[in-house]
């Protein structure tokens, strides 16, 4: 890839749609292949609330967390070599709200 016409990728947004280790991890390992300035685990919590109502460890409050501390600390761990936060959908919509609507408001 030639960066110097292309530019270097500033952020990357990797959607959680699995919740084994394995398979987070596997999404850190893309973020840092991508090798941006930022990377983003994100965590859809409705989606895992909906699975959480079948499970019997968790609920459909408690599941959505553990699947963010679960990719917190597995971000945490790689953070020697990459930059990565783990958002929910909330943090994106309002980052969204904030730069691409409020810029767009006249």
């Keep these: 890839m030639n960066y110097a016409e292309e530019g270097l990728p500033v952020a990357a947004f990797k959607l959680l749609t699995f919740e ?10 893309t ?3 991508i ?6 685990l994100m965590v859809l919590e409705e989606a895992y609330a909906e699975r ?6 968790f609920t ?3 599941y959505p ?6 990719a917190q600390r597995l971000a945490e761990a790689a953070s020697l ?3 990565i936060g783990v958002w929910g959908q909330a943090d994106v ?4 709200t904030r730069e691409v609507e409020g810029r767009l408001a006249f």
Excluded at 20 to 29: D, F, P, Q, V, Y
């Design 31 to 33: 973020i840092q292949a």
């Design 81 to 83: 070599t990459s930059r």
């Design 60 to 62: 459909e409050e408690t």
């Design 20 to 29: 084994t280790e394995k398979e987070i991890r596997e999404g850190l390992s």
């Design 52 to 57: 959480g109502r079948g499970l019997k460890r």
């Design 35 to 40: 090798s941006p300035s930022f990377g983003v």
């Design 65 to 70: 967390v553990h699947i963010q501390e679960t």
């Design 93 to 96: 919509d309002g980052l969204y």
